[in-house]
Structure formats: C-alpha cells, structure tokens
C-alpha cells in the first residue's frame, strides 16, 4: 500500500510540475514584448484628428496581433520620468509637448534609450503660428528637420522609394509603392547634409506633378523630399504619413481616405515599431 501511494504521489508531483510548466509557458506567451504609449492632442485640423481616431484603433488591434501592449493618451502631462518609466516606445501621433517640464522629460527619455515614433504634424514647427519653432534640441538635433517650409495640397497618393532597403525599418517592402492620400511637407533644413540623419523613404520622382492645388506653389514638379528617416544618435524613426483626405469641396469633411488602408505602408510601421520595441 505504501509503494501504491509513493506512486500515485510521484505521479501527482510530476503531473503538477508540467500544469505549472504549462501555466508558465502561456503566460509568457501572453505577456507583451514591449509596452507603447501614444501621445495625442486631436483638437487641431479634422483631417489630424481623423488620423489619430485611425491609428489608435489600428493600433490598438496590431497590439493583441502582434504581442505588444498599446495604451494612449491625450493628457500631455503624463509626459513624466514616472509614467514614460512604464514604457518602451512612445509615439507623438499629432503635436508635441508644449510646456518645458514635459520637453525635459521627454528629451531625458530619449538621451536615457528611450524610443520614439512621430507621424506627421508631429514635426510641424512654423514662427510664428500656434506651434512656433521654440524647441532647438527636438526640431534641429533630434528630428532634424527644423521649420515646416511648405506643402502639397490637396491630400494625394505618392510613389515612396526605399532608400535603405537594408534597414530593419524597410525590410520586406517594395522598391517602390504607392502611399495613401497625405498632404505632404517639406523643410527648411536639408535633411541629406546631417550626418546623423539616415533617409528611409523619399518621394520618387515618377510623383510629379505632386498636388492639385489651387495654389501653384502647393502643386511640387521636382526636387529632393524625405518622408521618413532615422537619426543615428537616438532610437527613433519619424513618418511624414498622417493627414486623411477629407470632403473639403463638399464642406462635409466625410472621410475620403484612411492612412492604414495601406498593406505597404502598414509594414512600415509594424517594421518601425518591432525594431524600436525590440532594442
């Protein structure tokens, strides 16, 4: 009777040891590989808040796609050594900080290995308008871009060029593809003169005539415009994509496109945040 319940004891121990192995296993399997946050202000320009109602759903389901956690939040004063501390990738789907206890924060996270993505408007800087250039470090040093110089007007799709096909950020996209409707922005700092800038994506030349108008400087027939890039000193990687076409002539502003109705610009950004949340 002993041997019996040695047996049955063995057998339960080891029955026990693989639940436990398994319960293990799974939770590992469901815990994120990085934590994102998305910062958001969505009061400015229709079309920007069309984006940023896209992207968060969108990326909120990537998240439970591809096993990382997104949160968002329009509460810039989360922007805290605190609250930064809980993730890995913080995204700037519109704006940027304004007040310079969040621009601290925020640049510390960085030069502490923090990572980055911004999209679109989240570049813009233009003296004066509501959003003056007032923050050298971020505009000059860290996305490098300096002022907003102009744009293409209305929304329209681009030819994208791979620039850095090698690149994680690239990898397993096209040469070439066609981009979503955007309005699309230049600069006043040349971008291909820093050497800390790699370019990733610029307009391909079979774009032009880039833009509908009415105004002829909003229509672009030549010249040299990155849309995404790298900066080597810093985990970071900014779009130019961010601004759905809307129902301007109407006067309905119903939606005419979506960002993320793009199976290559889609990988783009699933590639960005994979190679930031992974570092």
């Known amino acids: 009777m002993g041997h019996f319940r040695r047996v049955v004891t063995l057998r339960s121990l080891v029955i026990l040891g693989f639940l436990l192995i398994s319960i293990v296993l799974f939770a590992q399997e469901r815990k994120?590989?990085?934590?994102?946050?998305?910062?958001?202000?969505?009061?400015?320009?229709?079309?920007?808040?069309?984006?940023?109602?896209?992207?968060?759903?969108?990326?909120?389901?990537?998240?439970?796609?591809?096993?990382?956690?997104?949160?968002?939040?329009?509460?810039?004063?989360?922007?805290?050594?605190?609250?930064?501390?809980?993730?890995?990738?913080?995204?700037?789907?519109?704006?940027?900080?304004?007040?310079?206890?969040?621009?601290?924060?925020?640049?510390n996270y960085m030069k502490r290995g923090g990572a980055w993505m911004g999209f679109h408007f989240a570049a813009f800087a233009l003296t004066p308008s509501a959003f003056p250039q007032n923050w050298d470090w971020y505009?000059?040093?860290?996305?490098?871009?300096?002022?907003?110089?102009?744009?293409?007007?209305?929304?329209?799709?681009?030819?994208?060029?791979?620039?850095?096909?090698?690149?994680?950020?690239?990898?397993?996209?096209?040469?070439?593809?066609?981009?979503?409707?955007?309005?699309?922005?230049?600069?006043?700092?040349?971008?291909?003169?820093?050497?800390d800038i790699v370019v990733l994506l610029s307009i391909d030349p079979s774009s032009f005539p880039l833009g509908t108008g009415p105004k002829a400087w909003e229509i672009w027939h030549n010249g040299n415009y990155p849309v995404a890039w790298t900066n080597k000193k810093y985990r970071m990687v900014y779009f130019n994509?961010?601004?759905?076409?809307?129902?301007y002539e109407g006067k309905t502003n119903r939606e005419l496109s979506h960002t993320f109705d793009n199976p290559a610009q889609n990988k783009l950004v699933l590639n960005a945040l994979q190679w930031l949340g992974d570092q």
């Not at 796609?65 to 004063?77: A, H, M, Q």
């Not at 990738?89 to 206890?101: A, E, G, M, S």
């Not at 490098?144 to 690239?170: C, D, M």
């Not at 994509?241 to 129902?247: A, E």
């Open 32 to 107: 994120p590989k990085f934590r994102v946050i998305g910062f958001y202000t969505g009061r400015n320009d229709l079309a920007h808040i069309s984006f940023v109602h896209e992207a968060n759903q969108w990326l909120a389901e990537s998240a439970k796609k591809y096993r990382f956690s997104y949160d968002s939040t329009s509460n810039w004063d989360n922007m805290n050594q605190n609250f930064l501390a809980n993730y890995n990738v913080v995204l700037f789907l519109d704006t940027r900080p304004d007040k310079p206890d969040q621009r601290i924060a925020f640049e």
């Open 241 to 247: 994509m961010g601004h759905n076409d809307l129902d």
């Open 139 to 195: 505009h000059n040093e860290f996305i490098g871009s300096g002022q907003y110089k102009g744009n293409t007007w209305r929304p329209t799709s681009a030819i994208l060029r791979v620039e850095r096909g090698g690149h994680p950020v690239t990898r397993n996209l096209p040469d070439k593809f066609k981009s979503s409707p955007n309005e699309w922005y230049s600069w006043q700092n040349d971008l291909r003169k820093n050497q």
